[in-house]
C-alpha cells in the first residue's frame, strides 16, 4: 500500500504526521493523514482525497458563482493573488479589455493554474516584490516553463521587441549554428569585440543595452 512521507505536499496542505485509521459510525473505515496548510491551519484529510486532488486546503479557499477563488487567508487580495488573477481574466474572460491580445488570439493557461494553489505551487517559491508574471516566449502560454517573474522595465521591452521579425536592435543578431541570439559589441577603443550568445532574444537585447549605458553613458536606437 502506498504512503505518503511526512512533508509531502498537496496544493496548500503539507503532511506533518503519521497516518492512522479512521473508523466510522458505518462499520467503514479508512486511512486519514494529519496536515498544515500554508495559511496556518490544521487539518486531518483522508488519503484518497489527497492523492486526487480533491481536498488541497484546510477551507480556506473559496469559490465565487464564476468560478473565481476569494481567499480568506494571507494571501487574499495580495500582489501575487492579483497577478494571478489579472492573468485569468486576460486568457478567460471575453468582457476583459485586454482579452483580444490575449485570450482572443489563442493564449491559454496551465489547467492547474486554474486555481491559485496550482499557481502557486508553481510560481510562489520564485516570486519577488515588485514583480509581476511575464511569458519569456510572448507568443508562447502560461506555463511554469514558459513564465518568470519580470518587473514593468522588463515586461515592457519584452512587449516591445516581439513585434520585430529580427532583433530590431542593433548588435544583435540570430546565430544559426548555435541557434542562440548574438551579442556583438566593439569596445571604444576597437580594440576589443565582446561577443556572448542568449538563448533568449530579450536577454541578448538587454545585454546589448547594459554595455552601451555602461561604455556610452546612453541606450542607443
Known amino acids: 500500500m502506498e504512503n505518503f512521507n511526512i512533508g509531502a505536499r498537496f ?6 504526521g503519521l497516518p492512522y485509521k479512521h473508523n466510522t459510525d458505518g462499520g467503514y473505515s479508512y486511512i486519514k493523514y494529519p496536515c498544515k496548510c500554508d495559511c496556518g491551519g490544521a487539518r486531518d484529510v483522508r488519503k484518497t482525497k489527497l492523492k486526487s486532488g480533491e481536498v488541497f486546503h484546510c477551507g480556506c479557499v473559496r469559490f465565487t458563482k464564476e468560478g473565481v477563488e476569494h481567499e480568506s487567508h494571507e494571501f487574499a487580495d495580495t500582489p501575487i493573488w492579483r497577478s494571478w488573477l489579472n492573468m485569468k481574466q486576460r486568457c ?15 493564449i491559454t493557461i496551465d489547467p492547474k493554474w486554474n486555481t491559485f494553489v496550482g499557481f502557486y505551487n508553481d510560481m510562489g517559491d ?10 519569456i516566449d510572448v507568443n508562447g502560454n502560461y506555463c ?15 512587449r516591445r521587441i516581439s513585434n520585430l521579425n529580427t532583433s530590431g536592435k542593433t548588435g544583435v543578431s540570430w546565430h544559426k549554428a ?6 556583438r559589441f566593439i569596445l571604444p577603443d576597437n580594440q576589443k569585440e565582446i561577443g556572448e550568445l542568449y538563448e533568449y532574444l530579450w536577454d ?14 546612453k541606450v542607443k536606437d
Do not use: F
Open 204 to 217: 541578448a537585447v538587454y545585454r546589448r543595452m547594459q554595455l552601451e549605458q555602461l561604455y556610452y553613458g
Open 126 to 135: 520564485t516570486y519577488e516584490e515588485g514583480l509581476t508574471i511575464d511569458r
Open 92 to 106: 478567460t474572460n471575453t468582457n476583459s479589455p485586454r482579452y483580444h491580445d490575449y485570450g482572443g488570439r489563442g
Open 178 to 183: 548555435t541557434k542562440k541570439w548574438y551579442v
Open 144 to 158: 511554469k516553463e514558459n513564465c518568470r517573474w519580470a518587473d514593468d522595465h522588463v515586461q515592457g521591452y519584452n
Open 11 to 16: 496544493g496548500r496542505l503539507v503532511i506533518t
